[in-house]
């Protein structure tokens, strides 16, 4: 049973380092940067290591009265400034003091301060589990010149300089595709270095074969002169510990908005149209007054529709018979005729209180006496009837 029991046992799992990339001075394992480290203590003679941000230098040389023949290093998996660290370092470099930064993913606003863009987005797509090779980067001497590259197993060095100003910049070196990973970029009296691959910093690279050969032809391309040297500690874990404890219950809003600039006068500008909504909505608005319709003749209009309807049935004589009942009552409502007559005083008084022509008034008269008379009226005089009617009610 021992037996048995002795053979289905699984070997004890080996302690395997970590492979975590923190690029640290003192981490061993086989993504720290021990190894980069002491190569940096061997070349230069006044190094030193910085625990805090960018201003952290600015405390260290409080008592010179320019900073202009400085290195600082930065070797980082992710590396993000805020706007005043930004412009700092673009002022630090202007000044003749050099920046040395390799990183994967690279703030691009701070690119942007030295007109250059990378591929990072892209480049992590395609740097994903399980594409583990063998791959290389390279210095590039030039055109001319031999490209010495240097290898190791791992994930491929995907990220490249996009774009750049080839008056400003110098490519030293490139990825698998000959692509630029490694450029010194000329501003004001200084150099920024930018290595788009951190990994070739590690000790797993350096110590692979002859690959810290790669690291010195880095170090030899700086100025000699650099002192002091500053190893950055501060921003290769400042992404890390952020993960680890992202800072949820400190953050305020307002402090975010009025850091950046663009945001803060966006903030501003909708406050005052907001206000200005409001004041100007406390006014009094006095209603539309509706205009005043004009009154409508409903007798004309119903006795206009009767017509229509007799009409239709052709009853002429009993069209006539209402247009002149309509007549008669309009008069005596209007001007207080009891009685039509058909003689030439009472058209000539008609007349006087219509303000029309007796001669027009003394024809609508016998118009209106034929109509009553005749059994029957025809189209003709019926149409006729109406328009002396209508020219009547209408004063023309």
């Known amino acids: 049973m021992s037996l048995v029991w002795t053979g289905c046992k699984f070997p004890a799992r080996s302690n395997l380092p970590s492979l975590k990339e923190t690029y ?41 009265r320019e900073l202009t023949h400085s290195l600082y290093i930065i070797v980082s998996d992710k590396l ?3 706007e005043d660290e930004a412009l700092w370092l673009r002022k630090y470099i202007e000044h003749g003091n050099d920046l040395l930064i390799s990183a994967n993913e690279i703030d691009p606003r701070f690119l942007k301060l030295f007109h250059c863009e990378t591929n990072q987005r892209i480049a ?10 063998e791959t290389k980067t390279s210095i590039f001497f030039g055109e001319k010149l031999p490209v010495v590259s240097y290898k190791y197993f791992y994930y491929p ?3 490249y300089l996009r774009e750049y100003k080839e008056d400003e910049t110098r490519v030293l070196g490139v990825n698998d595709q000959l692509l630029p990973n490694f450029a010194i970029i000329f501003y004001g009296k200084g150099r920024l270095y930018l290595q788009l691959a951190p990994r070739a910093f590690s000790n797993y690279f350096l110590l692979t074969n002859k690959n810290l050969g790669y690291l010195k032809h880095i170090v030899n391309y700086m100025r000699s002169d650099r ?8 921003y290769k874990t400042l992404f890390r510990n952020y993960q680890q404890n992202p800072p949820n219950k400190d953050f305020k809003t307002m402090g975010v908005i009025m850091k950046n600039t663009s945001l803060k006068w966006a903030f501003f500008v909708a406050v005052f149209a907001f206000m200005f909504f409001i004041f100007s909505g406390m006014k009094r608005k006095q209603r539309l007054i509706p205009l005043k319709p004009e009154e409508e003749n409903a007798s004309v209009d119903f006795v206009e529709t009767l017509g229509r309807l007799y009409f239709v049935n052709k009853d002429n004589k009993n069209i006539a018979t209402k247009l002149v009942t309509y007549f008669r009552e309009h008069l005596r409502s209007k001007y207080f005729f009891n009685k039509v007559e058909n003689g030439g005083q009472f058209a000539t008084r008609l007349a006087a209180k219509s303000g029309l022509p007796p001669e027009q008034i003394t024809e609508l ?3 209106i006496e034929i109509v009553e008379k005749s059994p029957t009226v025809s189209d003709e005089q019926l149409l006729s009837l109406n328009q002396q009617l209508e020219n009547f009610y209408n004063k023309k």
């Open 24 to 64: 640290e001075k003192d981490d061993k394992n086989p993504f720290g940067g021990n190894v980069a480290f002491n190569e940096v203590l061997d070349y230069f003679e006044n190094v030193k290591a910085v625990y805090g941000d960018v201003f952290t230098i600015d405390e260290d040389t409080a008592r010179r």
């Open 80 to 82: 993000f400034f805020n």
């Open 124 to 133: 992590h797509i395609m740097d994903r589990p399980g594409n583990m090779k």
């Open 157 to 159: 060095f995907n990220d």
């Open 227 to 234: 002192s002091p040297v500053y190893w950055d500690e501060y």
């Open 365 to 367: 008269l016998n118009c």
